[in-house]
């Protein structure tokens, strides 16, 4: 079994900076792709960023350019760097893990507010 565990969301002015981290315990040797996804109130989750073992990563389009994912492997974590927050950007923020021999699992999700 693999534990996420999200922190740093926090409210913010629009314009600001927030990071998220995301740490894996528990089975982390099964870690394979890891990304972030958000789900805002009324609306579906949508993925924002991801990113490989092999650390590529791939983003949003409404977060190309003001968000950066990144990963630690030693620490098992992974972190998004968000910058020039909008208030579109408010929701709940939830880690992922793709697991190797498959499956995959979420964390419990941080809420990111940003105040226009």
């Known amino acids: 079994q693999v534990q996420l565990v999200e922190s740093g969301g926090s409210l913010v002015q629009a314009g600001g900076s927030l990071r998220l981290s995301c740490a894996a315990s528990g089975s982390i040797v099964r870690l394979n792709n890891m990304g972030w996804y958000r789900q805002a109130p009324g609306k579906q989750r949508e993925l924002v960023a991801s990113i490989t073992r092999g650390g590529r990563t791939n983003y949003a389009d409404s977060v190309k350019g003001r968000f950066t994912i990144s990963r630690d492997s030693a620490k098992s974590t992974v972190y998004l760097q968000m910058n020039s927050l909008k208030p579109e950007d408010t929701a709940v923020y939830y880690c992922?893990?793709?697991?190797?021999?498959?499956?995959?699992?979420w964390g419990q999700g941080t809420q990111v507010t940003v105040s226009s």
């Open positions: 992922n893990a793709d697991l190797i021999f498959g499956g995959d699992c």
